[in-house]
């Protein structure tokens, strides 16, 4: 047997798990302040499993990544710094961890808050570029934090909705598909995953 796809047989049982939930709100919430491995394959795997939870799924995912985001918000507020301009040792430990996440890239992240806050934090929380390194640089920026918060609702929110969507409407083909082309459809993720750190030095 293929050990990708008994992982993924195995991902997907989660939906019959009373943990499913509790697993998918904790992936959620890690992603976004700390975590690399984004929630969206779990996500897309328990709505397949239970097609009538999608929004639901969509929903604990949208509450967990929302509030993992102010977790991460919360280390860089209280945590990035020792003193003014100087970086704390959680600081240089995220710098070293974090492909593209450089000092300099920091700065720029600087400049395009002072502008664009709102549409930065949003981007970040609906597109493929790592939310965690947001969050957090927005807590270091003191970001205001409603709007912080309203723009990772938004953000998040419509990203695992449109996922949950498709699944709703299209649950049977998809899963077709990722039952013919899943080790495909895991050397895709495993790009995206990887250039979209890689995006946030090109980007900023």
Known sequence: MNPLKNLYQWVLSWAESAYGVFILFCVSFAESSFFPVPADPLLIALAIGNTKKSFYYAFMCTLGSVVG??????????????????????????????????????????????????????????????????????????????????????????????????????GDTIKAMLDKYFNLFIIILTIIFCLSYFLIGYLF
């Open 69 to 170: 985001g102010i977790f991460g918000y919360m280390i860089g507020y209280f945590l990035w710094w020792t003193s003014p301009g100087e970086y704390s040792s959680v600081a240089e430990f995220f710098f070293s961890i974090v492909p593209g996440f450089t000092t300099e890239v920091f700065d720029n992240i600087k400049i395009r808050y002072e502008t664009y806050n709102f549409i930065v934090i949003f981007t970040a929380a609906f597109t493929p570029i790592p939310y965690k390194v947001f969050s957090i640089s927005a807590g270091a920026f003191y970001i205001n934090l409603p709007i912080f918060i309203i723009a990772s609702i938004l953000g998040r929110g419509l990203r695992f909705y449109m996922i949950s969507t498709l699944v709703w409407f299209f």
